[in-house]
């Protein structure tokens, strides 16, 4: 009996370190861009022959329609930008896949209009980045 539930500890114990652990992947976006979580918080955007278009983010909301990627960076407390390397760019963005142009810490009106001469005429929904992972 005694056995019996040390192996269930053990193996309670193994399960809870790794639900706690964050899991690595990339997802595929649009046009050969993908978005890679670089830690537990942040994520990049990245392009085959470049290292990383958009750096270290963290971006908590994301979305693609046609050639444009969009989405929300949003700031870190101070605790966690200690986590992260690099300068953060707090805001919206929009990477353009054709021209392999990027903006970062865009004004919501600002984002706004800039998607609307993409052709994205209304706000659109973003979803976290998760939603584009391949496990």
Not at 14 to 38: Q, R
Not at 61 to 89: A, C, S, W, Y
């Amino acid at each position: 009996m005694t056995q019996q539930l040390n192996k269930l500890t053990l193996i309670l114990a193994l399960w809870l370190c790794l639900a706690c652990m964050p899991i690595d992947y990339e997802g595929n976006l649009v046009n050969g861009y993908k978005i890679v979580k670089t830690s537990g918080i942040s994520f990049a955007i990245t392009y085959p022959g470049t290292t990383v278009l958009v750096p270290e983010e963290y971006i908590t909301g994301i979305n693609v329609k046609g050639d444009i990627i969009f989405g929300r960076i949003d700031p870190l407390t101070p605790e966690l930008q200690r986590l992260v390397e690099g300068k953060q760019h707090p805001g919206y963005f929009i990477v353009n896949t054709k021209t392999h142009t990027y903006q970062l810490g865009l004004g919501k009106q600002e984002w706004l209009d800039e998607l609307k001469k993409a052709g994205v005429l209304k706000e659109p929904i973003l979803y976290n980045p998760v939603y584009f992972s391949i496990f």
